[in-house]
Structure formats: C-alpha cells, structure tokens
C-alpha cells in the first residue's frame, strides 16, 4: 500500500513556472514506477510524465521540452517541473505509483490565468 500527497499547485500567469512535489510513504517508493496525469475539467485523465523505476523519463508530447519529472528516492518524493506554462495546462494534476492500477494521490490544481 503506497499512500501519496501532491503538493505545489496554484494559480500562475502564462510563461510561469510551478514545481509539484509528490511524497509517498507506506511502502518501498524505490519499486514503483512513478507518473503524473492531469485531469482538465470535461476531459479524460492524461498521462503527463512518467519517470520509471528503472529506466529514462518519458513525456506526452504536448508538455515535452516545458516540464521535467525527476524522484528522490531517499526522500520518497517525485517532482515535476513545469516552466512555460500555458492556459491549456490548467487541470488537476495527480501522482501515480505503479501505474493506472496503483495508487493515486488526492491532486493539485494547477490554474493558468493572466
């Protein structure tokens, strides 16, 4: 059982940046494959990035060279950077462990907005 809390969301202008942090406890974070999905309101549940156990990062292509997921093991934690935020990354924004069969956190809102 892997229980997780996001962190780090809010309201920021258009080319803004935010970091979203990502605590687990309750288990082995080390094993689990970690990701962050969003969720815009009215649409389906979007894979944002992922950062494997064991192997290189993987990003949908509509975020690719703006954000950055990175894990401290040792901390239990998983981040994600996002810089040059636009309005349609405005959504809430969920961790993963374990992919979409695991466990899920509660979720951040990230809000986009001049």
């Known amino acids: 059982q892997v229980q997780l809390v996001e962190s780090g969301g809010g309201l920021v202008q258009p080319g803004g940046s935010l970091r979203l942090s990502c605590a687990a406890s309750?288990?082995?974070?080390?094993?689990?494959?970690m990701a962050w999905y969003r969720q815009a309101p009215g649409k389906q549940r979007e894979l944002v990035a992922v950062?494997?156990?064991?192997?290189?990062?993987n990003y949908a292509d509509s975020v690719k060279g703006r954000f950055t997921i990175s894990r401290d093991n040792a901390k239990n934690t998983v981040y994600l950077q996002m810089n040059s935020l636009k309005l349609e990354d405005t959504a809430v924004y969920l961790c993963?462990?374990?992919?979409?069969?695991?466990?899920w956190g509660q979720g951040t809102q990230v809000t986009v907005s001049s």
């Open positions: 309750g288990s082995i974070f080390s094993i689990y494959d």
């Open positions: 950062v494997p156990s064991d192997g290189p990062t």
């Open positions: 993963n462990a374990g992919g979409p069969g695991g466990f």
